[in-house]
């Protein structure tokens, strides 16, 4: 079955815009391990608006040996005040898996892959470094992305399709031509080898369709939509309402 990567960003915006520890993200984090799900997603970014570094150490202790720890963020990200930079961080916790996103301050949300053909000689190194530590090592890309022998030559395994112009597409039911191009993109990384897996904007409402025309879809990231949804139906039920699609 795909595996379900339970994005806690949200759950971390929610407590820094009061203060405090309040909503408690390691509550959050044990619930979706005891719904069911195969593994967490974190996203620290330099300006600590979402999860922080510390988050990052509390949740990589709760989650060794249970299920997966999959830390998203810009590579080349490097120390700024508490933060001490992503590579620095997959040092200090050896997560299961590192994936790349060329995101900046100035971006909401990540709203792009890599260019694959530019990126690749600055990426080399790190991805080198973080084979070293143990971590799988996947790629966030656009649909229509080639480049994928490349990709695979130096080390990485996996790529993550970015999904937000899918799920736009599908609200505005008009899905097909977006679908067309996310399994185009899996087909031809799978054909270098890669694994593949998906994320932003995935909903319960888009994910059965994105599922079902994606063959060997390895995981999903799941974060926004999941915890809006939570709100309404409780985190736990959300979960397994997310598992039971992936089935």
């Known amino acids: 079955m795909t595996l379900l990567s339970v994005n ?3 759950i971390a915006v929610l407590r ?18 005891e719904a069911g799900c195969g593994g967490i997603t974190v996203h620290p970014r330099p300006d600590l608006r979402h999860v922080r570094p510390d988050d990052v150490r509390t949740i990589a202790g709760m989650l060794r040996g ?3 720890f999959n830390i998203e ?4 990200a490097g120390p700024r005040g508490d933060y001490p930079g992503l590579i620095a961080l997959a040092r200090e916790v050896r997560p299961t898996q590192m994936t790349l996103v060329p995101d900046g301050d100035g ?23 973080l084979l070293a530590l143990g971590c799988r090592v996947s790629l966030f890309v656009d649909a229509g992305a080639t480049a994928f022998d490349s990709v695979a030559a130096i080390g990485v395994q996996r790529i993550e399709i970015y999904t937000g112009p899918y799920a736009e597409a599908f609200a505005d039911g008009r899905a097909e031509p977006a ?4 399994l185009e993109t899996a087909r031809r990384a799978q054909h270098a080898g890669l694994a593949v897996n998906a994320g932003h904007d995935l909903s319960q409402a888009n994910l059965g369709t994105f599922k079902a025309a994606i063959p060997g879809l390895a995981e999903v990231s799941i974060g926004h939509a999941l915890i809006g949804e939570a709100l309404y139906d409780g ?9 039971q699609i992936l089935r």
Do not use: W
Request: hydrophobic share 35%.
């Open 73 to 76: 963020g810009n590579p080349f």
């Open 107 to 129: 971006q909401i949300t990540s709203d792009h892959g890599f260019d694959l053909e530019h990126d690749i000689v600055k990426l080399r190194p790190l991805v080198d470094e």
């Open 179 to 182: 679908l067309a191009a996310c």
């Open 235 to 243: 985190l736990s039920m959300t979960v397994r309402n997310y598992l």
């Open 8 to 10: 806690v960003n949200k």
């Open 66 to 68: 249970r299920v997966e």
């Open 16 to 33: 820094n815009s009061r203060g405090g520890k309040d909503p408690d993200i390691r509550t959050a984090v044990e619930t979706c391990i």
